[in-house]
């Protein structure tokens, strides 16, 4: 099991962009999937982009062209860049890890369960 810690949140403009970090720490070398998600206010968390541990990158469709992440292994951590912000991207953004080698698809985006580990989240506010 790894440890997960996102930092980088803040309150922007519609329009903006932000750079959120997760530092990974643990038992790195396992071959996790790892992911972004994002639980806005009243609401279930949702998978937003992850990785795996072959670098295949899928994105949920609102994020697309938008959000880019991306894993350094040498310093284990994970980032995600968001650009052109809104205001529905406003929540509270997680990292999270699976299970040791698992390989993550389209449907891990809403089976949270596959993800061990997960952060205390960091939070990002879009509004003018």
């Known amino acids: 099991q790894v440890q997960l810690a996102e930092s980088g949140g803040a309150s922007v403009v519609p329009g903006g962009s932000l750079r959120l970090t997760c530092q990974v720490s643990?038992?790195?070398?396992?071959?996790?999937?790892m992911a972004w998600f994002r639980r806005a206010s009243g609401e279930e968390p949702e998978g937003l982009a992850l990785?795996?541990?072959?670098?295949?990158?899928l994105y949920r469709d609102s994020v697309k062209g938008r959000f880019t992440i991306s894993k350094d292994n040498a310093d284990n951590i994970l980032y995600l860049q968001m650009n052109s912000l809104r205001p529905e991207d406003s929540g509270r953004y997680y990292c999270?890890?699976?299970?040791?080698?698992?390989?993550?698809?389209?449907?891990?985006?809403?089976?949270?369960?596959?993800?061990?580990?997960w952060g205390r989240g960091t939070q990002v506010a879009v509004s003018s």
């Open positions: 990785i795996n541990n072959d670098g295949t990158i």
């Open positions: 999270a890890a699976t299970t040791p080698w698992t390989r993550c698809d389209r449907s891990s985006f809403t089976r949270r369960s596959e993800f061990l580990s």
């Open positions: 643990g038992y790195t070398n396992k071959g996790y999937c």
